[in-house]
């Protein structure tokens, strides 16, 4: 179990060229792309988005990864939230691992709950650039996603934009995402905070 903290900023379509010149011109290289196409899981009566978790399969560079994130905070952008990862051997949640991680952690209720009943509801797939800065003595990761939610419902699909910062704090102080995100939006007007997940995103296309 991590607990992940990060700030989520708002990004205009029409910035994006200049947040990707601001990051490389901060950490002196290019930013690196990876594609993450991710499905999000649960069941049809809802019972993780009722009890606010999100379990979420997702493939990346590396391979297939499960993750499933509990009751979280979220205030001026900044996400606060109880966070299981772990690689998978391809394509399908293995709940029954999952599952174990998180009784020993004793919040494993609502995914018990839905275990069962696990269904497919919507993907969000994007493009990640990615840079790892040092903000006063802490490190942070940040990336710019841009992509779509996508979900199909009742044979029509719906789709809504992906494009937003997120500084994700890998070691150090908090304030750190605070200030960095200060610069960047004091460089970049047009930013805004962001306390809506993608998962949220994704539930919200899905009830139209």
């Known amino acids: 179990m991590a607990i992940e903290r990060e700030i989520k900023l708002a990004l205009p379509r029409d910035q994006v060229e200049a947040a990707l010149r601001l990051f490389e011109a901060r950490a002196g290289v290019p930013g690196r792309a ?23 399969l997702r493939r990346a560079p590396e391979g297939w990864l499960q993750t499933f994130k509990t009751v979280g905070v979220a205030q001026s952008g900044l996400h606060e939230r109880h966070e299981w990862e772990m690689p998978v051997a391809g394509e399908a949640l293995e709940i029954e691992r999952l599952l174990q991680e998180c009784d020993e952690a004793g919040v494993s209720t609502a995914l018990t709950q839905a275990a069962a009943a696990l269904i497919p509801l919507f993907r969000t797939d994007f493009t990640r650039t990615l840079w790892v800065l040092e903000v006063d003595g802490a490190q942070v990761e940040a990336a710019i996603d841009q992509g779509e939610i996508t979900a199909d419902v009742n044979g029509t699909l719906r789709r809504a934009p992906i494009c937003e910062i997120e500084l994700e704090l890998k070691g150090g102080d908090e304030a750190a995402l605070r200030t960095l995100a200060k610069t960047l939006t004091q460089a970049l007007p047009g930013l805004a905070p962001d306390d809506i997940s993608k998962a949220q995103r994704g539930y919200k296309l899905r009830e139209g």
């Not at 991710?38 to 379990?55: C, E, G, M, Q, V």
Request: glycine fraction near 0%; charge should be positive.
């Open 34 to 56: 990876v594609r993450l196409e991710n499905i999000y899981f649960d069941t049809p009566s809802l019972t993780l988005a009722r009890a606010k978790s999100a379990l979420r």
